[in-house]
């Protein structure tokens, strides 16, 4: 299929060059550029793996807490630190 370009004066010169070493026609140079270029765009990029970190989320609970009453348990850990804060001044 023919159509019309406007390729920069510098790449067309480096495509001539070659075109001349390799002694293949501008066209073809210019195609398997072209297709290697789309197939580059196209790849899904390399992602880096996510990673987590463990933190510490403060002392252990008592044994047998029954989680059912998490609201409770985060009142009273709550006032803890309330009265911690207290306690310094704070």
């Known amino acids: 299929m023919r159509t019309t370009l406007d390729i920069e004066v510098s790449i067309l010169k480096d495509l001539k060059e070659r075109a001349h070493q390799e002694g293949t026609p501008i066209k073809k140079l210019v195609n398997a550029a072209l297709k290697k270029g789309l197939e580059e765009i196209s790849r899904p990029k390399a992602r880096r793996a996510f990673r987590v970190h463990a933190r510490s989320l403060g002392k252990p609970l008592p044994p047998f807490t029954n989680l059912d009453k998490a609201l409770q348990i985060a009142d009273m850990?709550?006032?803890e630190e309330i009265?911690?804060?207290?306690?310094?001044?704070?």
Request: net charge positive.
């Open 77 to 79: 850990l709550g006032d």
């Open 83 to 90: 009265l911690r804060k207290m306690s310094l001044g704070k």
